[in-house]
């Protein structure tokens, strides 16, 4: 069987952007998928091929989950990567979404799968959204880094030329296959503060859809993000205002931000996180439903 299944093939698309999102590694407090998400909903996206999961993923990091059909039929549903289209008549281009989990195995052979479904469909620049750990407090707006390796799409878009070396994920992997094939492809990253990240971070997905809407020229309305993001940040407050320990920790990080210090010798950021996080279990044991730690 092909990796690639479609479900039906998008014709007509105007100079299409292909957006992606990987949940995992690259994915810190679920803010770039979450974004991805969110665009999708608000443009009325609609799935048009999935890449089926046997080939790259291991199923005891990745599992499949068990679904009840109609409350009684067992169905299994695999890990898969979607594919939707956003068509969107008043903007300058339509828009192709991937979404998926951070695949486990054969990562050349599913990025170049990428890249030729991209040429198939007429994709003219690939944009991904990544979220990474920061030393960073929550109560700053969330910094956005946009990153290119290629000369022309850095000066044309205002983007950061990339000088990274160390440890990749997919995205990585991704951009070297796009620019072997050459194509245009650009990175935006949010910094997340690393002691609130088992929450997931509407503030930071929607700093990324906002960042994405310049790159890519096409708005969304997201008055819905941006009351979770609100919301988030009230709740987040309130926790860290209610354990000394942790205000004066984010407090620290405030201070070194506003002078520029390398926050180096801060206290232990997975000591205050690890107590900041079992404070936001137990706030939501003790409330009713529907209230509780953002989501």
């Known amino acids: ?26 994915d810190a407090a679920d803010a770039a998928s979450s ?25 005891q990091a990745t599992r499949p989950r068990i679904k009840l059909v109609e409350g009684q039929t067992r169905a299994i549903e695999w890990p898969e990567v979607e594919l939707y289209e956003a068509r969107v008549p008043r903007a300058p281009r339509d828009l192709v ?21 991209g040429e198939a469909i007429g994709v003219q620049l690939v944009v991904t959204l990544g979220a990474l750990l920061a030393d960073v407090p929550h109560t700053r707006d969330i910094a956005i880094t946009g990153l290119a390796s290629d000369p022309a799409l850095v000066q044309r878009l205002g983007l950061t030329q990339s000088t990274y070396e160390g440890p990749t994920g997919i995205v990585g992997v991704l951009h070297g296959a796009c620019q072997a094939a050459g194509v245009p492809s650009a990175s935006l990253w949010a910094a997340v503060p690393h002691y609130i990240a088992a929450a997931p971070n509407p503030k930071a997905a929607l700093a990324l859809v906002r960042k994405l809407e310049g790159l890519v020229g096409v708005v969304v309305d997201a008055s819905g993000l941006e009351t979770a993001a609100v919301e988030y940040e009230r709740q987040v407050n309130a926790a860290v205002q209610s354990d000394p320990d942790v205000a004066a920790f984010v407090e620290r ?9 390398d926050p180096t010798e801060l206290p232990s950021g997975e000591t205050i996180a690890r107590d900041l996080m079992r404070f936001l279990r137990q706030r939501e044991e ?10």
């Open 253 to 261: 990080l405030e201070r070194a931000a506003r002078a520029e210090e």
């Open 35 to 59: 974004a991805l998400t969110f665009v999708g909903e608000a443009l009325g996206a609609r799935r048009f091929a999935t890449i089926d999961p046997e080939e790259f993923y291991d199923f």
């Open 1 to 26: 069987m092909q990796p690639l299944q479609w479900d039906y093939r998008p014709d007509g698309l105007r100079a299409p952007a292909l957006v992606c999102a990987f949940k995992g590694w690259n």
């Open 97 to 117: 979404l991937l979404s998926g989990a951070e695949p486990s195995f054969r990562w050349r052979t599913f990025t170049s799968l990428i890249v030729e479904l």
């Open 286 to 295: 003790d409330e009713p439903p529907g209230s509780g730690p953002p989501s």
